[in-house]
């Protein structure tokens, strides 16, 4: 090869030497210096020197051949600085023929480098992160080609690995350097599930790192690369037939991206070019995830960052083909905290909930179907922490505070103190509410609430008797089909129900019909694309134009309860029309059983979900028809301020504690009693003791809560004087604010109310 690049073919022996060189008794900074003099001369190049990033971001010149050695230790460049400074920032290789004539050329008297022209520069890249960087000079203008590019990177790598491992480097010297998040960190997010929780990371689809970085054999790597890819694709076709259902609950939409990518040539072909240079298959992804992470890292576009991380999540997937791994075989510890970008409620339940103490998603909302999951199986939850999987690895310590919405990564010892100490007061109340279970939910001045619970999985029935419910305002029934490989049959369907009604005796349990569509995709069940699929073909639609789906849930439910009393209600009802054709499927499933001469509910009464704002305006039209309605804050609310609910970028742009908000239930609640109608709030706003408050003051007796709300919604019920209270509120209603929450904080203090 011409001057400037290698001697030989390939780096592999270029990164033996290097190997040799680190593997000797001498002092670091003799090994270091032996490693430039060894890249410089196998690349003919007369200056090679190693710039480090310091734990003040400033990058260190550590050690060179050719350039004056009294410079080393003493040059700092800040980042952005020169063009090693920017080769940092940029995390991308610069090749240039003329250094000095580029804008961002950066003249330190001291290191000599002045007769030097022609500049190579690759960053060490670790995490997707600059740790330092690789830089050849020659004196002749001459650029270098893409081979000899390739080379350097491939080097830089192998450097990146050497000095965080620490092989290159003293400990006393790794100390200083930037090689990985290691300090203590406090990162904001937002609280989805409440409570404490402190553990190990595990990450979800964690990426397997590389145990060998250099092949031994350059064509069977390539063979493994290729049949992996093959092995890859081939997974996620299966998944998107439905035959494999493992990842059952994530959406369509995920992994068509997750296939698109898989077929992406730019990224093959990168890792096709990166086993040729002499790596493994394993060590090859790792180098081409890491290029992209840096260089997507750089991209303010969110579409663009999104595409970070479906690549991110595509090349973990392979790394675990790479090693044979199947899901559901990882080995997680007793203290486990799972990190992850985001989960599909059927990803959460994979792992056993005996070893799971908390969780944290980058993104998410309060109101996705993963916190409330994570919420119904009491696992404290923070979301929307950006950043976060870049300073973790595995086994990391972090803390996860679902009071605050806020994690610790890598807590300090008194951090920690701090935290099991809230824990034990936590635990204290925990206790206080424990004793409140079997005390009546009466108000101060003696109006009685019916508390219930919310639930959906066959572990919420056992939170039943320890939390006191009075019985289940709201059975999520799809979460069974979001679990599930195939469509549930009607005798699991029917199990189900019988189980779930059997453990609740003579306590109400209500059903809430399939409510599927928008952000509730099931991979075994064909539905068609659409623009805005929350406001598209989900729920009472989806069953009314699939009614086959409907009529086996139906008959599934006048099974289960045979002889005793069935309610059933129908989710995001949005005319009157769809009401009348859901009831006509159960008088129609009633006279199927009938003429089979099959057992009927003693008792069946049928009802409506509030949760389409075209109702409040048909409502009398409605409620004659029902036996009941439940009102659905979660949906409710996003479709009256037109602010998607899952979405993190809107879904706290209003307050449920608002004027407009508060009117609308007030108005539901007066037709309701004018009619005679029961009326229940099953959405998340009942278990919150504040929004319940306001729920009380409004004249609502019947709240449905999560698990962990019951004790501190019934705690606050027991110290409410609701006359006083409502006289209170009469005043608020008039407000022209955008949230009225500290007026009814003040409120309740004044009146003495335990929030």
């Known amino acids: 090869m011409a001057v400037g690049g290698l001697t030989t073919r390939g780096p592999r022996n270029l990164l033996r030497q290097i190997r040799e060189a680190m593997a000797g008794a001498a002092p670091a900074q003799e090994r270091l210096d032996m490693v430039v003099r060894t890249i410089a001369q196998s690349m003919v190049a007369e200056v090679c020197s190693i710039y480090l990033r310091r734990a003040s971001g400033e990058l260190e010149l550590f050690a060179t051949q050719g350039l004056n050695p009294e410079a080393v ?14 080769v940092a920032r940029s995390a991308s290789p610069i090749s ?17 480098e002045d007769p030097y022209h022609a500049f190579l520069g690759a960053p060490l890249l670790r995490g997707g992160r600059a740790i330092g960087v690789l830089v050849v000079q020659n004196r002749s203008e001459r650029r270098y080609d893409e081979e000899e590019v390739e080379d350097i990177q491939t080097i830089a790598m192998v450097l990146a690995e050497t000095v965080a491992s620490g092989e290159l480097l003293a400990q006393d010297e790794l100390r200083d350097i930037e090689v990985a998040p290691h300090r203590p960190e406090r990162l904001k997010g937002q609280r989805f599930a409440e409570g404490l929780a402190y553990g190990h990371v595990i990450l979800h689809e964690a990426p397997v790192p590389p145990e060998n970085l250099l092949a031994e054999n350059q064509q069977v790597e390539e063979i493994r690369l290729r049949e992996a890819l093959i092995g890859l694709k081939a997974n996620i076709d299966s998944i998107l037939d439905g035959g494999q259902g493992k990842l059952a609950g994530q959406s369509f939409e995920v992994l068509e991206t997750y296939r698109m990518f898989a077929d992406d040539r730019g990224w093959n072909r990168s890792l096709e070019e990166a086993v040729r240079t002499g790596l493994t298959a394993e060590a090859a992804v790792d180098r081409v995830r890491n290029e992209h992470r840096a260089r997507f890292a750089q991209a303010r576009d969110p579409y663009i960052k999104e595409r970070l991380h479906d690549f991110e999540d595509l090349a973990n997937r392979l790394l675990r083909v790479l090693a044979g791994d199947k899901p559901g075989d990882r080995d997680i510890p007793d203290d486990a905290i799972l990190v992850a970008r985001n989960l599909g409620p059927a990803d959460l339940l994979e792992y056993p909930r005996h070893k799971l103490r ?15 999951v994570a919420r119904a199986l009491q696992i404290p939850c923070v979301g929307r922490v950006m950043g976060l999987r870049d300073r973790l690895s595995e086994g990391d310590l972090v803390i996860v505070d679902g009071e605050t919405g806020e994690t610790y990564l890598r807590p300090r010892p008194d951090m ?6 809230r824990m034990l007061v936590r635990s204290a109340r925990q206790a206080e509410f424990a004793k409140l279970r079997d005390v009546p939910a009466v108000t101060v001045d003696g109006t009685r609430i019916t508390v219930l619970t919310n639930a959906g999985l066959a572990v919420d029935l056992e939170n039943l008797d320890a939390t006191g419910a009075e019985g289940i305002g709201l059975f999520r029934t799809e979460f069974q089909f979001m679990v599930s490989e195939e469509l549930p049959r009607l005798t699991s369907q029917t199990a189900l129900y019988k189980l779930v009604l059997d453990t609740a005796g003579d306590r109400p349990v209500t059903f809430r019909t399939l409510d599927i569509g928008g952000d509730k995709v099931l991979p075994y069940l064909e539905t068609a694309r659409e623009e805005n699929p929350a406001l598209g073909r989900r729920a009472i639609r989806l069953g009314l134009d699939r009614p086959g789906l409907l009529r086996l849930q139906l008959r599934a439910l006048l099974a289960a309860a045979a002889g005793r009393e069935l309610r059933v209600m129908f989710p995001m009802i949005a005319t009157v029309d769809e009401f009348r054709a859901a009831r006509e499927l159960v008088d129609v499933e009633c006279e199927w059983a009938r003429r089979r001469g099959r057992s009927l509910p003693a008792l069946l009464r049928v009802g409506a979900m509030i949760e389409c704002p075209s109702l409040l305006w048909h409502l009398d039209a409605l409620l004659p028809l029902t036996d009941f309605v439940s009102i659905g804050t979660n949906d409710l609310f996003q479709y009256m301020f037109a602010a998607d609910r899952t979405n993190p970028l809107v879904s706290d742009r209003y307050d449920p504690l608002s004027p ?15 009619t005679g109608t029961p009326v229940s709030v099953c959405g998340e706003m009942a278990g919150k003791p504040l929004e319940a408050f306001a729920l009380l003051t409004l004249g609502y007796t019947r709240l449905s809560a ?17 006359g006083a209270a409502r006289r209170g509120m009469t005043n608020l209603l008039g407000s022209s604010a955008g949230s009225i929450r500290g007026e009814l904080e ?3 203090r004044k009146l003495n109310v335990t929030i």
């Open 73 to 86: 230790h003493k040059t700092r460049l800040r980042p952005g600085e020169g063009l090693v400074g920017e």
């Open 96 to 112: 240039l023929s003329d250094a000095p004539s580029h804008p961002s050329f950066a003249y330190r008297p001291e290191t000599g």
């Open 358 to 372: 908390g969780l944290l998603l980058e993104e998410g909302s309060a109101a996705s179907h993963a916190a409330i």
């Open 416 to 421: 920690l103190a701090a935290i099991q100490s």
């Open 660 to 674: 407009p908000a508060l009117r609308a239930l007030a108005e539901i609640q007066k037709k309701c009693a004018d």
């Open 706 to 722: 999560p698990a962990g709300g019951v004790g501190p919604v019934k705690r606050m019920i027991l110290s409410a004087d609701l």
């Open 746 to 748: 003040s409120l309740a």
